[in-house]
């Protein structure tokens, strides 16, 4: 390169000279200064030749010295997105290392899991003071009530319904019937708990909830007795006959279609049984006044008998003090039992042996819609990925220990027997080893008097749930659904925890999820998941947030 630059430039030295370029070029040399050579030829057609060879050779190194500076030009610009290039392929190398490197949320060890502790925030245990003082419980009092009452046979006639489904789902139809004995000024036979076919349990109202309450509270909006008419001789015949049952009554059936359709039957024949009756009465299409009133029922006419509040209280006060020094404690509903899981139809981590017993047990309960099974896979991955699986034990740690709740804190849990016993339990143990159920509290003795209604021990996993600092559902449900409500109505002080399951899917399925990513995202997503009224949430669902018929404005 550099000879070709310095060649080039002696040519062009020589070419540029006035004097020489004469000598060489004008006719009127002589021609003692050509070469010797040159005699024999025509002196003006030889130099022309050679004066046009010497222009050529001079251009071309001409144009070889412009092609150099472009190459030169081009090499630079190369090799600065070269570097460009470099450098950031360094920073993907380094940001995979990174990824790499950082804890994906957490650490399993045979069947312990290890998470990183996260600095506990202060605003752990209670809502923001500000939040709790907004909207104040009034569906205690009824507006415009009736304060002269009919008397009973006075009344258009006599509803009779069974209760039926588990304690929760018992306490929302017995809130019905209330509302739907208003609606048509009947009077209310107290309504009977009809026997779980699964646990056999014998459980009658006055078993579980406190009548005299219950029939005095209510005694200025409904007209309610304990049993059916002494001039009623046969009293098997309301559920028997054709004749005194109201079957045909629809899902969320509005206020008018009993005014249309069920008060003429209970004028005829002055007493009816209603059935099935499970939410046979909307919430979006009745008076607000009625849902007020299944408010006033939920809330104030429904009371627990004394000896299950009195037990529920003791554990509560357990609860706080098992340290030897008050504390705070957390009530976790886990539903993970196996009829649950079976349900679901989602899939969760297990061995071959054990997806391939709960396939046989699926097949069984619900052969139609299991079918042959091929098509539940897809549908498993869409239900999780929507969320709409129950969270496992192990995933529900991983979320506490995002939210902040350290290694210490006292949770009581309120559950069934867990699919999968001890080991799916580990993982959640292991990382909340200060963790009990109602059995672990009690002596056996003290549970004994309850054990012969399977709903008086529902009862007790309900009142300590309601009384807790924090409660935490893992996946919906009446129990859940009521609790939440119930703790909306009476304060919204303590936090009600309702996970986000589709971001927990999303993230514990993410392989480059870092644990303080996933810690971000928790925290910031649950601000708003943590029991207070909400004006926005769905109108229909007042027994999870009863804000707009039955709160009012602080």
């Keep these: 390169m550099a000879e070709l630059r310095h060649s080039t430039s002696i040519g062009s030295r020589a070419t540029s000279s006035p004097r020489k370029r004469d000598d060489v070029t004008s006719p009127l040399s002589s021609d003692n200064h050509l070469p010797q050579y040159d005699d024999h030829h025509d002196g003006g057609r030889d130099r022309h030749p050679r004066d046009r060879f010497r222009s050529l050779f001079s251009n071309h190194f ?48 045979g069947i312990k899991l290890h998470c990183p502790r996260v600095k506990e925030p202060p605003s752990l245990w209670e809502n923001p003071l500000s939040a709790t003082t907004s909207w104040k419980p009034c569906a205690e009092k009824s507006i415009g009530a009736i304060l002269d009452l009919p008397k009973a046979n006075e009344t258009n006639g006599y509803i009779f319904i069974h209760a039926e489904g588990g304690l929760n789902q018992q306490r929302i139809a017995i809130c019905n019937a209330v509302a739907v004995a208003k609606i048509m000024n009947a009077t209310l036979i107290l309504p009977v708990l009809k026997q779980d076919q699964i646990w056999k349990d014998q459980t009658k109202f006055e078993d579980i909830f406190d009548v005299d309450h219950f029939i005095d509270y209510l005694k200025d909006d409904v007209l309610i007795v304990r049993d059916i008419p002494s001039w009623f001789t046969d009293k098997s015949e309301l559920f028997t006959s054709i004749r005194r049952t109201v079957k045909n ?97 989602c899939d969760f981590v297990g061995t071959r042996a054990e997806k391939a017993l709960m396939g046989l047990y699926r097949l069984k309960e619900w052969p139609r819609r299991f079918k042959d099974g091929l098509h539940l896979w897809p549908l498993a991955l869409q239900k999780r990925k929507e969320g709409r699986c129950p969270l496992e034990p192990g995933e529900v740690a991983v979320m506490l220990r995002a939210m902040g709740y350290p290694k210490e804190t006292q949770i009581y849990v309120a559950s069934g027997q867990v699919y999968g016993g001890q080991n799916r339990m580990a993982p959640l143990r292991n990382m909340f080893p200060n963790l009990v159920t109602k ?10 008097s309850f054990r012969k209604h399977v709903t008086s021990l529902a009862a007790l996993d309900f009142l300590v749930c309601l009384k807790s600092d924090i409660f935490v559902m893992t996946h919906g449900g009446n129990f859940a659904k009521l609790i939440i409500g119930a703790r909306r109505y ?65």
């Design 62 to 109: 001409q144009l070889l010295d412009d092609s150099a500076r472009v190459y030169s030009r081009n090499f630079k610009i190369l090799l600065f997105f070269i570097t460009v290039i470099a450098f950031a392929g360094m920073f993907t190398v380094y940001s995979v290392i990174s990824h790499l490197n950082a804890p994906y949320l957490c650490t399993k060890d």
């Design 249 to 345: 009554i629809p899902k969320y059936a509005p206020a008018q279609f009993y005014v249309d359709n069920v008060l003429p039957r209970i004028k005829e024949k002055k007493i009816m049984a209603l059935k099935p009756f499970v939410d046979r009465l909307g919430y979006d299409n009745v008076p607000q006044e009625i849902n007020r009133l299944r408010c006033r029922v939920n809330y104030h006419a429904l009371k627990f008998l004394p000896e299950i509040d009195q037990m529920a209280d003791q554990l509560v006060a357990r609860m706080r003090n098992r340290t030897g020094s008050p504390n705070p404690f957390m009530a976790l509903h886990l539903r993970f039992e196996k009829g649950m899981v079976g349900l679901s139809f």
């Design 439 to 448: 059995e672990e509290l009690t002596t056996k003795d003290e549970l004994d």
């Design 490 to 554: 009476m304060g919204h002080h303590q936090k009600s925890i309702k996970p986000d399951k589709g971001l927990l899917s999303k993230s514990l399925g993410d392989p480059y999820m870092g644990w303080a990513t996933f810690v971000e995202d928790v925290v910031i997503t649950h601000q708003t998941r943590t029991g207070l009224p909400e004006a926005t949430f769905p109108n229909y669902d007042i027994w999870e947030n009863p804000l707009t018929p039955c709160m009012c404005k602080a």
